[in-house]
Nanobody, 120 residues
Framework: QVQLQESGPGLVQPSQTLSLTCTAS??????????WSWIRQAPGTGLEWVGA???????FYNPPLKSRASIPRDTSKNQFTLQLRSVTPEATAVYYC????????????WGQGTQVTVSS
C-alpha cells in the first residue's frame, strides 16, 4: 500500500506562492484510474478539493482556484506538488494530499496533512 507525506513551508506571506510537495512511498500500485489530489480544510470549514493530477499527467482544478493553481509532478521521485499563487489569509488551512480511486470512487489513501498559515 502506498503511503503519502506532505512537506513544505508552514508560513507563507500574502501575495506569495504556496508550494507543497507530496511524496509517495512508491508507485507500484498506480493505475490509470488513480488521480493524485490536493484537499484543504480551513479553520471552521469542511474539506475543499483543490485539484489533482492523473496517471497520464493531466491536471484538474477546482474552478475558483484554476487561475492560480498548478500541480506539477516529478515521476522520478514519486512526487507531485501544489503551487498556489497570490495567496491571501483565506488560504490558511491544513493541506492534505490523497490518492483518488476513480473506479469506486474514493479517496482511499491520505497523507497526515500539513498546516499552512498565510500571514505577514
Amino acid at each position: 500500500q502506498v503511503q503519502l507525506q506532505e512537506s513544505g513551508p508552514g508560513l507563507v506571506q500574502p501575495s506569495q506562492t504556496l508550494s507543497l510537495t507530496c511524496t509517495a512511498s512508491d508507485d507500484s500500485g498506480a493505475t490509470d484510474l488513480h488521480f493524485w489530489s490536493w484537499i484543504r480544510q480551513a479553520p471552521g470549514t469542511g474539506l475543499e478539493w483543490v485539484g489533482a493530477i492523473n496517471y497520464s499527467g493531466t491536471t484538474f482544478y477546482n474552478p475558483p482556484l484554476k487561475s492560480r493553481a498548478s500541480i506539477p509532478r516529478d515521476t522520478s521521485k514519486n512526487q507531485f506538488t501544489l503551487q498556489l499563487r497570490s495567496v491571501t489569509p483565506e488560504a490558511t488551512a491544513v493541506y492534505y494530499c490523497a490518492r483518488e480511486d476513480r473506479s469506486r470512487p474514493c479517496l482511499d489513501v491520505w497523507g497526515q496533512g500539513t498546516q499552512v498559515t498565510v500571514s505577514s
